[in-house]
């Protein structure tokens, strides 16, 4: 599949809604529940942290947004953890295997280094083995699980804290 990574702009929200939302409403890949409006998803875009990453994957032959991968600012009540970002990945549920957040990561992975990131951070579903497996082929490790964390359509699920240093 031929991709362009670019940044995100405000009038992508359609788009990034049309791939997050069919995830979400699975229940099986994100701690998201519930679906989020086109409006909502411009004004997150609007107000992204100045120091975030937000990228898209758009398929080159017909333009649509396939994926998309964002970091921010693990906590901003603290200058202690500016050096980390929480990362997130999601893939249109039609395009996943096909190398797409690859070529996010790659993208992402630089540009986070270029705003002083030097780790990131992530929490991965415990019953979302491909997520995990994904993260790792891209450097992340596990580094522990937190049992019974979200509870998605009245199951608890487990979620896995993963991290990765860009300077390794």
Known sequence: MDLLIREVRPDDAEAVVRVFNPIIETGLYTAFDTPFTVEAERNFITNFPARGVFHVAIQTDNQQIVG????????????????VGMIGTFVDLNCRRQGVASKLFEMTFAAAKQQHYEKLFAFVRGDNPAALATYVRHGFRAIGTAKNQARINGKYVD???????LCE
Do not use: G, M, S
């Not at 998309?68 to 050096?83: G, S």
């Not at 979620?159 to 240093?165: H, N, Q, T």
């Open 68 to 83: 998309f991968q964002n970091v921010e600012p693990f906590a901003n009540y603290t200058r202690a953890f500016d050096h």
């Open 159 to 165: 979620e896995i804290f993963i991290e990765k240093f």
